[in-house]
T-cell receptor, first 113, second 118 residues
C-alpha cells in the first residue's frame, strides 16, 4: 500500500525566512512519481513539481527547491526567502503507474510580514 | 493553455437530494479521475475512469456514487442521496494516458466544486 506522511501540520515563519516541508513516502512500486501541490485559500490545487523514481536529481526553481532521497524515501521541499504569498497548504503526493494519487495530509505554511 | 473545468464552483443541496458534479476534461485526454477533499483534510482518491468504465475505485466510492461520460466532453460524478458527510471539495482530473516507464503523462486537476450538504 502507498502512504505519504507529512508530519508537520503547520509551520509559521516570518517573511524572508526559509521554510522546509518534510515528506516521507512508502511504496512497493519500483516506478512511481512524487509531486508537490500548493493549495491557496481559494482552494485550487496548483502543481509545483513532479519527480519520477528514476530521477534523484535535486531541483531548484526560483525560490523553490526539492530534495529527493530514495534511500530515506523522502521528498522534501524548501521555500527560500519566504513571502506572504507563499502562505498556503502544501501537499506532497505519490502516484503509481496507474495514475492513482495518494496525498499527504498537507502542511499549512503561514508567512507573516 | 488547455485546462480542466468544473461546474458549478459551489453547490448547496439538502440532505437526501441527488447531485451531479460536472467536469470537462482536456479534449485529447483519455483517463479521468475524481478526488474528494473534506474541509481541512487531505485530498482522497475516489475513482478513475477509462474507456467508458471504472478502472479503479476507493472504498469511499460506494453505491451512492456513480460516474459517467455522457458525451464526448463531459465527465460527471453523481451522488444519489447526499449525506452531511459528503460535504467536501470535489476535484476532477484528467490525463492523456497512463504512465509508461519513465514517460509521464501529467494529471491535470480542475479548480474543484465545493459541495455543501445541509
Amino acid at each position: 500500500a502507498q502512504k505519504v506522511t507529512q508530519a508537520q501540520t503547520e509551520i509559521s515563519v516570518v517573511e524572508k525566512e526559509d521554510v522546509t516541508l518534510d515528506c516521507v513516502y512508502e511504496t512497493r512500486d519500483t516506478t512511481y512519481y512524487l509531486f508537490w501541490y500548493k493549495q491557496p485559500p481559494s482552494g485550487e490545487l496548483v502543481f509545483l513539481i513532479r519527480r519520477n523514481s528514476f530521477d534523484e536529481q535535486n531541483e531548484i526553481s526560483g525560490r523553490y527547491s526539492w530534495n529527493f532521497q530514495k534511500s530515506t524515501s523522502s521528498f522534501n521541499f524548501t521555500i527560500t526567502a519566504s513571502q506572504v504569498v507563499d502562505s498556503a497548504v502544501y501537499f506532497c503526493a505519490l502516484s503509481d503507474s496507474w495514475g492513482k494519487f495518494q496525498f499527504g495530509a498537507g502542511t499549512q505554511v503561514v508567512v507573516t510580514p | 493553455e488547455p485546462e480542466v473545468t468544473q461546474t458549478p464552483s459551489h453547490q448547496v443541496t439538502q440532505m437526501g437530494q441527488e447531485v451531479i458534479l460536472r467536469c470537462v476534461p482536456i479534449s485529447n485526454h483519455l483517463y479521468f479521475y475524481w478526488y474528494r477533499q473534506i474541509l481541512g483534510q487531505k485530498v482522497e482518491f475516489l475513482v478513475s475512469f477509462y474507456n467508458n468504465e471504472i478502472s479503479e475505485k476507493s472504498e469511499i466510492f460506494d453505491d451512492q456514487f456513480s460516474v459517467e461520460r455522457p458525451d464526448g466532453s463531459n465527465f460527471t460524478l453523481k451522488i444519489r442521496s447526499t449525506k452531511l458527510e459528503d460535504s467536501a471539495m470535489y476535484f476532477c482530473a484528467s490525463s492523456e494516458a497512463l504512465h509508461a516507464g519513465v514517460t509521464y503523462n501529467e494529471q491535470f486537476f480542475g479548480p474543484g466544486t465545493r459541495l455543501t450538504v445541509l
